[in-house]
């Protein structure tokens, strides 16, 4: 089967950074589905496990964790799908990734594909919709019956992937007040047209805008770009008793006393736990994905596509990871066919 794949860690920039490969089909065992991919999206964690470095793969490593496709065959122990059954999934980081023809992922981190979307405007969600919700409901604890409503949150980085789904769920799940912040007139928009109530700009004073807005602080916050740089502002808008989920890893120590006096929490979010641990209730996500269908099939939700890069082939995919490593792409790059 045709992927795309590297067995060099090198600059985007080189054309080997990522290849056209033929590589073995795999064969569905256990609670597998082995799906046709139609459609994938890209992630900064693509980009992230891809970075340069000295190490070399024996044979060729396959990126991508986002996909929508059809199950063309299950493992012995499969209960949720059968064959034919449109889905969309992220997989798990802990093995091969969707850039490839057919692929095979638990099917218990996989949801049925929203009926009302094409494969590729279904392929943009569910490794975002699975990081926002779990952000949003599961580690800060909001409620998604509207129990929480009217509270206010803080989205840094709302016209990214995350962002960009995460401004939605808080708005229609969780009737929450929504600030997001955007740095261009494009992005703001962009936030705007989402249903954020306000946007504010990342690269200025994060409080001072807040408190122009009328916000002494704010309930919660969700950090989807760089912690490093926004921790300080948080740790100043949280209000006393607030929570703040981050999804982005620190590079620097974190100085977590900022948040003693405020009884603060400060939780992370990392959406691939539940498959890499095999935890419990890791067919959450199953559960998660098909709630994000309902919605998006009753129109309450929108897909988050941004720009549709084309055929699924190397050279498109250098193209997509050197504009996420831009760091101002909006919504989801997406590719379909093979
Ligand atoms: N822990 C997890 O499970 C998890 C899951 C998904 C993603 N992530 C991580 O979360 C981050 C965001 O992912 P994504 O897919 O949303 O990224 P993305 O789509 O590449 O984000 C692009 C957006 O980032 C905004 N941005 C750029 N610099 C910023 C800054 N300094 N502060 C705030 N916003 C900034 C830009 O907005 P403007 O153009 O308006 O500046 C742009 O629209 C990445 O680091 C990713 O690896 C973690």
């Keep these: 089967m045709k992927a795309i794949g590297l067995t060099r860690y090198l600059p985007i920039n080189d054309p080997l950074s990522l290849v056209d490969v033929e590589i073995a089909q795999p064969v569905a065992t256990g609670r597998d589905l082995l799906v046709k991919v139609e459609a994938i999206a890209v992630n900064p964690v693509d980009t992230k496990v891809r970075a340069p470095k000295e190490k070399v793969e024996d044979a060729p490593r396959v990126l991508g964790w986002d996909a929508a496709g059809t199950v063309v065959a299950v493992g012995p122990d499969v209960t949720l799908f059968k064959v034919g059954d449109p889905v969309f999934y992220a997989g798990s980081i802990t093995r091969p990734g969707t850039n490839s023809e057919f692929h095979l992922v638990d099917e218990r981190i996989v949801g049925h594909k929203p009926a009302s979307l094409d494969f590729s405007q279904a392929a943009a969600l569910p490794l975002t919709a699975i990081t926002a919700w779990e952000a949003l409901f599961d580690r800060l604890g909001v409620s998604p019956k509207g129990e929480d409503a009217g509270r206010s949150v803080l989205i840094i980085g709302g016209a990214g992937g995350v962002g960009s789904i995460g401004i939605q769920l808080a708005k229609v799940l969780a009737g929450l007040t929504v600030i997001a912040t955007a740095s261009r007139p494009e992005s703001e928009a962009w936030c705007r047209r989402l249903g954020a109530d ?88 199953h559960r998660l994905l098909n709630e994000v269908a309902r919605l998006i099939d009753a129109g309450r939700v929108q897909t988050t596509v941004g720009e549709n890069l084309g055929t699924i082939n190397a050279a498109n995919l250098r193209r997509a990871h050197a504009l996420l490593e831009g760091g101002q792409t909006i919504g989801k790059l997406v590719l379909s066919g093979f």
């Design 198 to 285: 306000h946007t504010i700009d990342h690269r200025g004073d994060i409080p001072a805008q807040l408190r122009a807005l009328g916000f002494e602080n704010v309930d919660y916050i969700l950090c989807f770009n760089d912690t490093d740089r926004h921790f300080n502002a948080m740790a100043d808008a949280i209000a006393p008793q607030g929570k703040i989920c981050s999804i982005v890893e620190n590079a620097r120590e974190l100085p977590v006393g900022l948040l003693k006096s405020k009884s603060a929490t400060f939780v992370w979010e990392f959406m691939f736990t539940r498959a890499m641990f095999g935890t419990p209730d890791m067919i959450a996500q």
